[in-house]
């Protein structure tokens, strides 16, 4: 499998105090392609999604080291902005979170502050983003009402409207349909599908079929490792790793 690379992960290490949490991690994440990062609970998925809008380091008594590099920019060079990374990257997060304002200003949010003040122009906007979130039906007729009376499925779906209306060029998402019913997921894997035609999407998930149904690449982490990562075709249907082959079988869960 032949791809451009659009996150380059070098030697990345990753302790909590003394705990390793990640080691010695090598690896490419293909441009607008769906990957997907699976393992067994605690092996360090949220971690490595974390490590690459600097989220990871934003806490006390962690320690990175080696590259990540964006763009050709390694993120962990102090002369690089944090804002300037978190503006390429949209994350879902587990449970959705969405701002305690209307829908609308959920999405107009981001534009705003970049300083898009048109009324006309930021409806379009807001329209543009709950479309391709495939919420707009649902929501058009009210879209002044609070974020909070949605259900959570169209949270998450307002989430990464919101996410999108910054215009990244990346969507992380940790376990992002672990809260909601299997519609609500189904939604939202059907979305990332179509996204990844724009986007380069790196999706956590500890949830094998899910990885089957979106994946193009896949990378597999045991206890902090990264035991094998490639095309899904191979890492899903045919790994070479024995660790890799237990997971798939769900000896290992
Ligand atoms: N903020 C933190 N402080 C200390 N240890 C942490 C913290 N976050 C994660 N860890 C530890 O790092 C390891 C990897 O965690 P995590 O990346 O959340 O794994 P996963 O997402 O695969 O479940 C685990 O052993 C976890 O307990
Ligand atoms: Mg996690």
Redesign the pocket.
Known sequence: MEFKTHISVQNLDVF??T?R?LKDITVDIPDKKITVII?P????????LKSFNRLVDS?D?VKVSGKVFLDGENIFDPKVEITHIRKKMGLLSQKPFPLPMSIYDNVAYGPRIHGIRDKKELGRIVEHYLKQSSLWDEVKDRLHAPASRLSLGQQQRLCLARGLAVEPEIILGDEPTSALDPKSSQRIEQRFLELKREYTIVI?THILRQAMRLADYVVF?YL?ELIEHGPAEDILVDPKEEMTKEYIKGIIS
């Open positions: 909590y105090g705990e949490a393992g609970s605690g092996c360090g998925k949220t971690t490595l806490m008594e956590v982490l902090g």
